[in-house]
């Protein structure tokens, strides 16, 4: 009998172009779980490159690789650096309609 190898799923060998990474951030953000936020940028740096990264941002790469490691929520600095090193912006849109005027 032959065995099966299998490697652990990684998301960052899915997300190859703009419109998967959108798409996958928009998911993630419809959770509202900062772990996961932070785990979801971590696939994008990682397929984009951690190194490039590190530069864009001015953080370490060790920080980075913890900071987005989805072990723990990144601390806010670090999300918003690491969303505009990522090319993204955030935007807020009402969750319910607005209330009419009394």
Partial sequence: MSTIKTRPFDMANYLTNAE????YLRQVLEDGDPVELGAALGDIARARGMTQLAR?????????Y??????RAPNSDTLFKVIRALG???TLASAAPAAPAQ
Avoid at 20 to 23: A, G, I, K, L, R
Avoid at 66 to 71: A, D, F
């Fill in 56 to 64: 864009d941002t001015g953080l370490s790469r060790e920080s980075l």
């Fill in 20 to 23: 998967e990474v959108t798409e």
């Fill in 88 to 90: 993204f912006q955030l």
């Fill in 66 to 71: 913890k900071s987005l490691s989805g072990e």
